[in-house]
């Protein structure tokens, strides 16, 4: 069946993907219907050019409320959501009541809002796909498969550029340090995150509420070649890996057209091509933004929501300047502790401590700025 979508976050990284493997796909599967954008900008001029039928704008120019709008569309069917902040999560949740197909790039919206996200889905008949590559890897592993028949989930992390560093080392890095991912090409926040591996405890949380499985049966496996994008581990005893070159283009493809396959275009890898894999256990001393995400899942409540925002803000500042990258860990640990938890919530409650815990972190970089 034809899909009609709606891309929000059309010039980002993943948004640009996105059109060239609809591109790719052609017509006769995908239609683009709208292609939304923080700003306006020449290269979305030039996708409105390219997908002539798609009605572009940009938040900056229209309002935060075209998001939303984008998604009312009755002829849409399918949004890509690969916009970051607050306004992500508002257009999940519609998305989700309407019942659509929810491709979600925006792990943050899961982080913050899983259970509720989640409970929508479930109740207005939306199916969430991660365009994430990790949790791609896992879905594609269990087709086939019931939740009962799942003991673990092993996520792979390629260990970012600070993987064989010394803790003192990562202390001291600076910012084009911490931007030079030797995987990923990938926007400025999600770079950073995966330098502190906070990147891979925000997906620890995003695979609990995907798939339902509490954090403890999810593990997270340093595989620097990243080539096996996760494993699903079943009870009996069975470990299921998807592998490939690593390219968004696949688990772009699989979130929006799953269960059709059709050529990406990527690159195939042979097994002979593979050379050796290796599979080690992070070093959580090193890396403690791990055992915080562990932390703020098991919490529950707001408290994850808490540690999204505040970890969003914090990784702005550390962007600007403003604090150092160990001191990154330490403020989200401290907002944690500075935002009351409420449980259970609703978008009021979430978006109330996602103000919250900004604002705390805000006023810990000026603290640290007039220190220093
Ligand atoms: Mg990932």
Not at 36 to 56: D, G, M, Y
Not at 284 to 304: I, S
Request: proline share 5%.
């Amino acid at each position: 069946m034809r899909k009609s979508v709606a891309v929000l976050g059309s010039t980002g990284s993943i948004g640009t993907q996105t059109l060239d493997v609809i591109e790719r796909i052609g017509t006769d599967h995908i239609d683009v219907l709208h292609l939304v954008a923080n700003r306006s900008s020449p290269l979305l001029a030039e996708q409105a050019k390219r997908f002539p039928q798609a009605t572009a704008s940009a938040t900056l120019t229209h309002g935060p409320s075209v998001l939303v709008d984008a998604v009312m569309d009755p002829r849409v069917d399918t949004v890509v959501v690969a916009v970051s902040g607050a306004a992500a999560l508002e257009a999940t949740i519609a998305a989700c009541k309407r019942g659509l197909r929810v491709c979600i790039a925006t792990k943050e919206v899961l982080v913050a809002a899983g259970a509720l996200v989640m409970q929508l889905a479930k109740d207005h008949g939306a199916t969430l796909l991660p365009i994430d590559s990790e949790h791609s890897a896992l879905f594609q592993a269990m087709q086939g498969y019931g939740p009962e028949t799942i003991d673990r989930m092993h996520l792979t992390a390629s260990g970012g550029p600070f993987r064989t560093w010394s803790a003192e080392q990562i202390q001291n890095a600076t910012i084009s340090d911490a931007l030079n991912h030797p995987t990923w090409k990938m926007g400025g926040k999600i770079t950073i995150d995966s330098a502190s591996m906070m990147n891979k405890g925000l997906e620890i949380i995003e695979a609990c509420w995907l798939y339902g499985i509490p954090e403890s049966r999810v593990d997270v496996v340093v595989h620097p070649q990243s080539i096996v994008h996760s494993l699903v581990e079943f009870k009996d005893g069975s470990l299921l890996a998807q592998m490939g070159y690593p390219d968004m283009r696949l688990p772009i493809q699989i979130a929006l057209l799953h269960p059709i396959k059709l050529d990406t275009g990527i690159p195939r890898l042979h097994p002979t091509q593979m050379g050796t894999l290796t599979f080690d256990a992070p070093d959580t001393g090193k890396f403690p933004a791990l055992e915080l995400a562990r932390q703020a899942m098991r919490n529950g409540g707001t408290v994850p929501a808490v540690m999204n925002a505040a970890n969003e803000a914090v990784v702005a500042g550390f962007l600007e300047n403003k604090c150092s990258f160990a001191q990154m860990h330490d403020i989200v640990a401290d907002a944690m502790d500075a935002v009351q938890r409420l449980d259970p919530m609703n978008l009021t409650d979430i978006l109330d401590v996602d103000t919250q815990a900004r604002a705390y972190v805000t006023s810990c970089l000026e603290k640290h700025i007039g220190a220093s």
